[in-house]
Structure formats: C-alpha cells, structure tokens
C-alpha cells in the first residue's frame, strides 16, 4: 500500500510512535546509570544538562522518562534551585497499583487474590520461623499487643493491624514477599471490608498461635496456621461479602502509589 500522507505528517506520526518506546529505554538507561554510579535513594539523578548529554536524547524525551520513573516510584522531582530528580525508594504501594491495573484488565475478580494470599502467606510464615532474628521476632510480638489494645476501634485495629502485617513479610527475608505479600493485602482491603470486634479478637488469638509457632522455630506448624488463618478469612468474606468477591478489581480503588508507607 502507498503511504500518501504528506511526507512532514508521516515523519511526525512516526517521531510520535517511536517516542513511548525510546523513552521507556532511556528510563532504563537512567536506572542503569544509577546503579553504575552507586547512587542511593536521598541521592539526585544528573543535572538535566549532564543527562542529555549522557543519553543522547532530547528534553521532552528525557522528560518523559522521568515521568514514567516518577509514576514507578523510583524518583520525586524537587523544584527550586538544585531540584531536579530526587531517588526513592519504590514500595509495595507502586507494586500493588501495577497489579490491581493489570487484573483490573484481565477482568480478574477479588477472588483471585484471596487465592493468591493462600498460596502465599503459608510461605511468609514459614520462611518467617526458620529466618526472622530474635529482634524481629521480639517486635511482632510488640505488634500483636498494639493490635489487642486496639480492638475496640477498628480505625487504630487497622493501623496496628497492616503494622503486623509488614513486619511479618518483612521478617522472611524474602524481597519478593516483603512487597507482593503487603501490595496483595492492600487490593483485597480496597473492597472496604470491615471486620467486627468479635472477628478481630478471633484473628488476634489465631495470630498469636502463628506467632508462637514463629517464635518456637517451627516452619511447618507456621505454616498450617497461617493457611488455616487465611483459608477462614476467604470463607468469611465469601459468606458475607459475595458481591465484592465476585467483583472484578478496580485500580480505582486503591489510593495512589505515592511511595512506600511506614
């Protein structure tokens, strides 16, 4: 087929196909750099003048990049006088807004995660009971009286609660499951459910035994406690919350992914 398009057209729509492309590949080579030149989060990426010298592009090119790397949460932009793009940390909050996007448009519904988490959080514990220091150990302890002072109100229950949580995953040593296990957690709390009282004082004691299994060094009793804890909670929430768990997921749900929480 002959292309007709005015030739100044057909070279603008061609810059224009290309340029998502070429600037994803300089936000690589941006990450690259960065990892080259050891720079840590707290550190600032190249002035942009350095930086387009570095990768050969242009500045609406460069921009976009960094744009695309602010959205991942891999850097800030500080404005002012030596601004410029700042490195953060990315958490599990940019990890959970990218796979509730992508099951959002696999039309994938609450469910799936709740069968995520039963295949997953039986590992967490485990590897939990054979890695977590004494000092870890000693804290989710802490977190678990936090979450018992709380359970009169579900607000500071929560707080307490997802604290445990992050500690637990954190407490693997495992980097995968110290962001997919907390991200996993935030899409299913985005269905806004809200135990009663008398549930989170039953979740207490049931955390309690995984802690003691935890504490006592024993994978495998972790492990069936931290499957029987979630294979409960999805029977809870199919009982009383049918709608929802059908429901495919929406991103929409989630708050922004605006870096990584305490």
């Known amino acids: 087929m002959i292309d007709d398009r005015p030739y100044d057209r057909a070279v603008a729509d061609a810059t224009d196909a290309r340029r998502p492309k070429l600037s994803l590949d300089v936000a690589r080579q941006i990450v690259a750099t960065m990892a080259e030149q050891g720079m840590r ?5 190249l002035n942009e003048a350095e930086a387009l010298r570095r990768h050969g592009v242009g500045r609406g090119t460069y921009r976009e990049a960094l744009r695309f790397l602010e959205h ?11 601004g410029g793009p700042e490195i953060v940390q990315p958490g599990w909050p940019n990890l959970a807004s990218t796979i509730a996007l992508l099951l959002q ?7 799936a995660v709740l069968d995520a988490r039963v295949a997953l959080e039986p590992g967490v514990a485990e590897l939990a009971a054979r890695q977590a220091t004494d000092e870890e150990i000693a804290q989710l302890g802490r977190d678990l009286d936090e979450i018992e002072r ?16 992050r500690h637990l995953a954190q407490s693997s040593h495992n980097e995968l499951f110290a962001v997919l296990s907390p991200a996993l957690r935030a899409i299913v709390n985005s269905a806004g459910f809200a135990p009663d009282e008398r549930y989170r004082a039953e979740i207490l004691q049931r955390l309690r035994g995984i802690h003691a299994a935890i504490a006592a060094r024993e994978p495998a ?12 909670f999805g029977r809870r929430l199919r009982h009383g919350y049918p709608r929802q768990i059908r429901q495919v997921i929406a991103w929409s749900d989630l708050p922004p992914a605006t870096g990584p929480l305490p």
């Open 41 to 45: 989060p707290g550190d600032r990426y």
């Open 72 to 82: 991942q949460g891999v850097i800030v932009m500080r404005p002012g006088p030596g």
């Open 221 to 232: 009793a972790a492990r069936e406690a931290m499957r029987a804890l979630e294979e409960e």
């Open 105 to 111: 448009f696999a039309g994938a519904p609450l469910q």
């Open 150 to 165: 709380c359970l009169g109100s579900l607000r500071t229950f929560a707080i307490a609660y997802e604290t445990y949580w």
